[in-house]
């Protein structure tokens, strides 16, 4: 089997393809992996066993069809993560998203259609759906997006909606609440805040703190991925949870607990512009569908991401000074 991973030296990505090369997901035994990765800020090679024989690595962009078509040719199967990724960023400036999330997905599919690869994993974020006051968002809500990231990401999903009632490509979308662990980028909630306690500074609270999310172990959520790749249907969507509901002020608790850190390490800024209050997701399909479950508590992973954190500052700092965070 050969698998085409699109941003695979990111967070998630690196993640999945790790696991793969280590043989992790049932009937990928022995798989073969291109990666394709432009490496933006957020992509990094150190993320990826770049020795491992079984992997391929391409730096290259999901806009660019002649690369595209021309190394697609020969894969099973293409797990589709790049993406830009951060909503601050969006709010800031929104272009970069709409190429490309909207764009660079459809050229992707683009591709994918030419050469007559699939299936495709499209994977996408629950922030698609909006905010819910009560209750949980099931796939066949309405999008109601709300960020120029989430915009973007609609956009993705919609598009790839439309390559399958169009074209009949086969391609299959999941949809994640907020992932953390192992590997994430420092400007990311849960290790921004580990990162700058281990540091002894401050970390940037917004608001009240009362804002909602889910998490997700970024290897639950893999496994996810894997399933919908080994047996999810054409044309589906697929949320992918971890039961897990948080308001924000109350995971800022955990991580200063875990860190040594008391709330004179907090500062409370303000609200970032359109700032979603809550997220919830309804993933019984994909649990009746495929078997998917949680693993990992939120109390063992988020002690075991701050672990990683303190015992890796080689790979995070380099990470936080081109940021400028801190």
């Known amino acids: 089997m050969r698998v085409f991973v699109t941003g695979g030296a990111g967070f998630i990505g690196s993640h999945y393809v790790r696991t793969l090369l280590a043989d992790g997901y049932p009937g ?30 391409l730096r290259g962009d999901v806009l660019d069809q002649e690369l595209l078509r021309r190394v697609l040719p020969g894969h099973d199967a293409v797990v589709h993560f790049a993406a830009e990724s951060h909503v601050d960023r969006s709010v800031d400036g929104a272009t970069a998203f709409v190429l490309n999330n909207v764009l660079g997905t459809q050229s992707l599919l683009d591709a994918c259609l030419h050469t007559g690869t699939g299936p495709v994993v499209h994977v996408s974020t629950d922030e698609v759906y909006g905010s819910i006051a009560t209750g949980a968002w099931s796939e066949d809500e309405p999008l109601l997006p709300n960020s120029p990231y989430s915009a973007s990401k609609a956009g993705s999903d919609l598009m790839a909606r439309a390559y399958h009632r169009t074209h009949g490509l086969d391609v299959r979308i999941t949809r994640c609440s907020n992932n953390y662990g192992p590997h994430q980028h420092p400007e990311k909630l849960i290790p921004n805040f580990v990162t700058r306690l281990l540091r002894g500074l401050t970390v940037p609270l917004y608001g009240d703190g009362a804002n909602v999310r889910e998490w997700l172990h970024v290897d639950d959520h893999c496994r996810a991925i894997a399933l919908v790749l080994a047996r999810g249907r054409a044309g589906e969507v697929y949320n992918v949870g971890g039961a897990t509901a948080l308001t924000n002020r109350e995971m800022t608790r955990r991580l200063l607990e875990l860190c040594g850190a008391d709330w004179d390490r907090v500062e409370h800024v303000a609200d970032r512009k359109g700032h979603d209050l809550r997220y919830a997701i309804d993933d019984a399909k994909i649990r009746a569908e495929l078997g998917y479950a949680p693993r990992h508590t939120l109390e063992a992973g988020l002690r075991e991401a701050v672990e990683w954190y303190r015992d890796h500052p080689g790979w995070w700092k380099p990470l936080v000074e081109r940021s400028g965070n801190g």
């Open 28 to 57: 990928c035994e022995g798989a073969r992996v291109t990666v394709l990765d432009k490496l933006s800020y957020a992509g990094n090679t150190a993320n990826l066993p770049m020795d491992d024989e079984r992997l391929t690595f």
